[in-house]
Structure formats: structure tokens, C-alpha cells
């Protein structure tokens, strides 16, 4: 699993991902899909979005442990951009429209 924190227009969301790294190409896909063309994105310590989110991260964890997919953790951007330090991220992409990048 892994936990995703993404800054699009709309601000941030927190997302849970069953995807092997977060520029694989069928996850950066699912926002597209959402009508999300241009967004940054970075991976978050799972262990954070467990202690957290609690009954739904292991209800989201459980679903997705058996098929590939992206649930959506929390929408509340001033919740998740307050409970997640900016130190501690991994890896990260922007991508916009048609072209992904890494952050470092």
C-alpha cells in the first residue's frame, strides 16, 4: 500500500494506492479520469495514513489488497495538508496535461 498526497486545483487530497510506485502509469491515469489533468503528488508514509484514518484505511487497505486501485482517504484538504508533515515525503511527480516529471 501506499499512501498519496496530492496537491491539484482544488487543493489537497490524501489518497491510498495498491499501485507499485506513483508514477505508474495505470495510477496517474485515475486522476485524469476524475477530470484531475494537472496535479503534483507525493508518497506518504503509510504507516501515517493508518494511524489516522484508522477503520477506513483498513476497510480501503483491505479492499485493494486484492485488486489494483486508488481509493480516496480524505478530501479535507486543511485535515490532510495539517496532519502530514512535508518533511517527511517521498518521492514525487507533477504532471500536467500529458507530461509527468519527478520532483527529485
Same mark, same amino acid.
Given at each position: 500500500?501506499?499512501?498519496?498526497?496530492?496537491?491539484?486545483?482544488?487543493?489537497?487530497?490524501?489518497? @491510498?494506492?495498491? !499501485?507499485?510506485?506513483? &508514477? *505508474?502509469?495505470?495510477? =496517474?491515469? #485515475?486522476?485524469?479520469?476524475?477530470?484531475?489533468?494537472?496535479?503534483?503528488?507525493?508518497?506518504?508514509?503509510?504507516?501515517?495514513?493508518?494511524? @489516522?484514518?484508522? !477503520?477506513?484505511?483498513? &476497510? *480501503?487497505?483491505?479492499? =485493494?489488497? #486484492?485488486?489494483?486501485?486508488?481509493?480516496?482517504?480524505?478530501?479535507?484538504?486543511?485535515?490532510?495538508?495539517?496532519?502530514?508533515?512535508?518533511?517527511?515525503?517521498?518521492?514525487?511527480?507533477?504532471?500536467?496535461?500529458?507530461?509527468?516529471?519527478?520532483?527529485?
Amino acid at each position: 500500500m501506499k499512501g498519496i498526497l496530492v496537491f491539484s486545483a482544488s487543493g489537497p487530497l490524501m489518497l @491510498l494506492s495498491s !499501485y507499485p510506485t506513483i &508514477d *505508474d502509469p495505470d495510477l =496517474l491515469m #485515475t486522476p485524469q479520469a476524475k477530470g484531475i489533468d494537472k496535479f503534483m503528488a507525493w508518497a506518504t508514509p503509510v504507516d501515517r495514513c493508518r494511524d @489516522l484514518y484508522g !477503520y477506513s484505511y483498513r &476497510d *480501503d487497505a483491505k479492499d =485493494l489488497a #486484492t485488486r489494483r486501485g486508488v481509493h480516496v482517504l480524505d478530501t479535507d484538504g486543511h485535515r490532510v495538508f495539517m496532519n502530514f508533515s512535508l518533511r517527511d515525503l517521498g518521492p514525487g511527480i507533477v504532471r500536467e496535461r500529458q507530461i509527468v516529471s519527478s520532483t527529485g
